[in-house]
């Protein structure tokens, strides 16, 4: 039986609505729980938590930004939440946005594969009790971490660009793509594949671990606006990226009737010549619909489908969106 994860939008900051999250997921038999970091908590600190409420379920980050921490932090928290969870953690990496990265973090933002794949190289060093690798005219002594070895630790990757892709096939471990069409998982696995053709070693494709919206109700007008909601927000308040990117895979047409029919903000309108993205992007419907479309990604060979909880959920709504897809 394929496993199936957890998440919840970064909206949702109730730091005991979260923990309910990975606590009922796991009684109920859920995979991995994944938390994703952006101007809230401090997801290190969070997962943290969850390791010692959990015994079984998997924790993720689904994921930090590549610039809001250095390498060596992401290795020390990295090897630190594998210790505490007992083995259960895994690093999930992301380039993050520019206005994050800049509007927060106060760093500049500029070629994210360059920066993933050095981050990447320098935090599996690390992990390994090895020296960190430090950049070209770097002339500090390098320094390994003052703790055991964490070479077991995966990590995982979350992008949509081809670049991105290729640089996950040939040096992660998984795969952790949000609002990537589902017919265009095939094409995801062509890049993966090219990616790891050019590994120095040869090595298995990443896991294939796609994050989309879940809405269960049992009115299915319900469900589907809540999935509209969803495809509507990411594609007129959270910048450019994802138009361009969902544009680019072929849904052009779609994304422009999207945002053309949300002119005043929270509108959240998916026109019926737009339909279909609800479809590629989510997964929706009353209990029974929704298991169809699960169904459907994990046939399409998204190998950890995670499924992305609405924000401001009553602890009922969040059992029964739980209790329907397990």
């Known amino acids: 039986m394929p496993g199936v994860g957890v998440s919840v939008m970064p909206l949702e900051n109730r730091r005991e609505t979260i923990v309910h999250l990975a606590t009922e997921a796991e009684r ?73 990265t800049e509007g927060l973090h106060d760093v500049p933002f500029g070629a994210p594969a360059r920066r993933m794949r050095q981050v990447i190289t320098q935090v599996r060093a690390l992990l390994r009790g090895e020296r960190i ?76 671990c796609p994050t989309m919206p879940a809405v269960v109700a049992e009115d299915p007008a319900e469900a589907r606006q809540g999935a509209a909601w969803f495809v509507a927000f990411y594609l007129t308040s959270m910048g450019p990226f994802y ?17 053309a029919a949300n002119t005043n903000r929270g509108s959240a309108v998916v026109p019926p010549e737009a339909e279909r993205l609800l479809d590629e992007l989510t997964v929706y419907g009353t209990p029974a619909e929704a298991r169809a479309r699960l169904a459907r990604w994990q046939e399409a060979g998204a190998e950890l489908p995670i499924l992305l909880l609405s924000p401001n959920l009553t602890t009922a709504q969040m059992d029964f969106t739980l209790h329907a897809l397990r």
């Open 133 to 208: 690798p430090l950049a070209d005219g770097n002339g500090a002594r390098a320094l390994r971490l003052n703790l055991l070895p964490s070479p077991g630790v995966p990590i995982y990757v979350g992008g949509l660009s081809p670049e991105t892709i290729r640089l996950t096939g040939e040096l992660a471990d998984g795969w952790l793509p949000f609002l990537y069409p589902r017919s265009r998982l095939g094409q995801a696995v062509a890049l993966l594949e090219e990616g790891a053709a050019r590994s120095e070693a040869p090595r298995n494709l990443p896991r294939i």
């Open 243 to 259: 138009p361009r990117t969902i544009s680019r895979l072929g849904f052009e047409q779609e994304v422009q009737a999207i945002i």
């Open 28 to 100: 109920l038999g859920y995979e991995a729980c994944f938390l994703t970091e952006t101007w809230a908590h401090d997801t290190t600190v969070l997962l943290g938590e969850l390791a010692v409420r959990t015994r079984r379920i998997g924790l993720g980050s689904g994921v930090l930004g590549i610039w809001g921490r250095s390498a060596g932090t992401l290795a020390m928290a990295a090897a630190t939440l594998d210790d505490v969870s007992g083995g259960r953690f895994t690093l999930g990496l992301g380039a993050s946005t520019a206005q994050l």
